[in-house]
């Protein structure tokens, strides 16, 4: 029992840290649902714990009686039952009854039959054990509480780092949106302000004064990775998961919101003939990846880890 008592007090400490992640990125708008999620996650924890810890005791338990189960008052199978009265008690009794009048004190009233007939029932044992399992869950979760406020801020930490790793190089961070595509439309704000077209669609596009290029700049960076990947298998089928065609890959990459790693940035920097520089709080602080081809421009990103509820993003960074 105390191992799963341990499980379940972890199980609370991360969840609470997740919480906390997803109040804190909330915006005014998502800060409602965010609440229900999180409340949903907290009870559906509690419950799977409960059955964890009522499935731990039948194991621990295996002769509790029906009685135990049910709380009822009822004799289970198998028990022997009450001898039968000898007829003379009960005309004793019935007489004595007869002779007790409404003034005798002795008579016990309504109400205080009623208090004898229920102080004479067993307690609810079935009743008695979920009190008792709500106090483990709740004591469990205060330590969870508990444990998870006396750690470390590692959002903070991290923010305080990329702030200062901004002003040593001089860089302005824009938001992009935790949609799956901040890799491709960071990337995509990055040769904007590099001067440096996303394609002759999208040059034609711009020329033409067709709104939505900008707002949409990562359907074009896709199309870009992609493209490069497919006509380069040899440098990228080494890197795919186990049993992934290189195909499957960039129709995932060109045609889905599947969020892009280290192999799409590497595509994207040899297509457009950009060094990217990666900013992120952990290591020596900025990575370069494609110096050697990259002398368009510098494209910097930056990277966060912990910032976001949903997990790692990467945002659009410019020179001052």
Known sequence: MEDLLTLHRKQLRDLQSVITQKKKSATKKTRRGVNDDCERLERELKEKQALEITALEEELNPTSTVEENDGSSEPVVGDNPPPPEEPEQKEDISTKLQETTLEDPTTP???ERIQLSTSSKKPN????RLARRAAQIEEITAQAHQ???????????EAERMKQLFEENGLVEIQIAPDGHCLYSAFAVGLEGAGISLSEEAKTSEENGEGGTKMRGYTFTRKAAGAYISSHPDDFIPFLEEGETLDGHVRKVTSTAEWGGQMELLALAKEYGVTVKVVQAQGVGVTAMNEEEGEKADVWLAYHRKGYGLGEHYNALRKK
């Open 147 to 157: 444990e998870a406020a006396s750690q470390p801020n590692l959002r903070a930490i």
């Open 125 to 128: 044992r079935a009743k008695a």
């Open 109 to 111: 009233t309504n109400h």
